[in-house]
């Protein structure tokens, strides 16, 4: 027996449905009123079935009818399909309702540290489903990413997008950036500390090519200073905190990491003309996923929880 093209066309979805039906209720009669369907159209969308196979797939009795040896196997697989099928509708519902799915946050330095996490725990609970995936790096390596849908949002302080109709952005919450450095460092016992005296000591700054990086070149040049040449340059939250509370390095943090740090601590010099917007980018034109929209919503409401 040659074999035979279930995928020509001539088999349907329905013919599936009605077979199964009519293993699991034994008749044609309580299989058509069960798929509510008159008995003569049941009975004709079988012979339909078994004209396409070339066998029989029941034998009739007066008391119903029994799946033959061709019929099981044919039942068996139409019950697998259907199954897979209904697993496939349960999904797709599951992505729309955002129970289920994945949402890739490109982090900063801002934010990283108390808001992502409570929003991510609090996301977490209410669809265990969703996985995060949190990713660091400095903005514009993000925004190649964002934009080819690698990841869907990117959270820190907000970066000047400039001319780009590509991103938009939604501001969170206000949070200074501080210079920061250990308690017991010794510069806290300087009279007058100002901006020229931390210049004595080694620094940690951001990658040259972060947003925050030029701010505080700015700083230190509208001072008449060059900027410190003693330092390390990181993006690393954990690193950079490790080395500021290990040694006397300095370092310009939000404002929120040096606070969440009992051996951390802001220096008394202001770095007023930094900007201090905590937010998200996103692509200007792609909607968010189910997952994106619901971490979204996650986010808005931790930081105003952080600002209350």
């Known amino acids: 027996m ?3 093209d279930l995928l020509n066309g001539r088999l349907k979805l329905r013919h599936l449905v009605l077979v199964v039906a009519i293993a699991e209720h034994g008749s044609v009669l309580r299989a058509a009123e069960h798929l509510r369907l ?12 078994e004209s396409i196979l070339g066998v029989d797939l029941f034998t009739r009795g007066p008391r119903g009818v029994t799946p033959t040896l061709f019929g099981d196997a044919f039942i068996e697989h139409a019950r697998a399909v259907l199954a897979e099928l209904r697993r496939a ?17 490109g982090t900063l330095l801002a934010g990283s540290n108390v808001l992502l996490p409570r929003a991510i725990a609090a996301l977490k609970a209410s669809r265990p489903g969703i996985t995060v995936i949190v990713q660091e790096a ?17 959270l820190g302080r907000l970066n000047p997008i ?6 938009r952005q939604i501001t969170l919450y206000g949070e200074p950036v501080r210079l920061v450095a250990r308690r017991d ?22 990658l040259e090519q972060t947003a925050l990086r030029r701010e505080l070149e700015q700083v230190f040049r509208a001072e008449g200073l060059e900027p410190p040449a003693d330092l390390v340059e990181c993006t690393s939250v954990l690193t950079v905190r490790t080395l ?6 300095i370092a310009a943090l939000p404002e929120l990491v040096a606070r969440t740090d009992a051996e951390l601590a802001p220096l008394p010099v202001p770095l007023e003309t930094v900007p201090h917007q905590v937010g998200v980018t996103l692509p200007a034109h792609r909607a968010p996923t189910p997952s994106a929209r619901l971490m979204l919503d996650h986010l808005r409401r931790e930081a105003a929880a952080i600002t209350s």
């Open 2 to 4: 040659r074999a035979i």
């Open 38 to 49: 008159a008995q003569p159209a049941v009975t004709r969308s079988l012979r339909e079935v």
């Open 89 to 105: 509708g349960e999904r797709i519902s599951g992505l729309a309702d955002g129970e289920v799915g994945t949402v890739t946050i």
């Open 138 to 154: 400095t903005f514009d390596a993000q925004v190649p990413r964002l934009l080819d849908g690698e990841i869907d949002l990117i």
């Open 162 to 167: 400039g001319e780009q109709p590509a991103l």
């Open 185 to 206: 460092h010794p510069a806290r016992r300087r009279p007058g500390l100002d901006l020229s005296a931390l210049l004595d000591y080694p620094w940690v700054l951001p």
């Open 244 to 249: 500021v509370r290990d040694t006397d390095m």
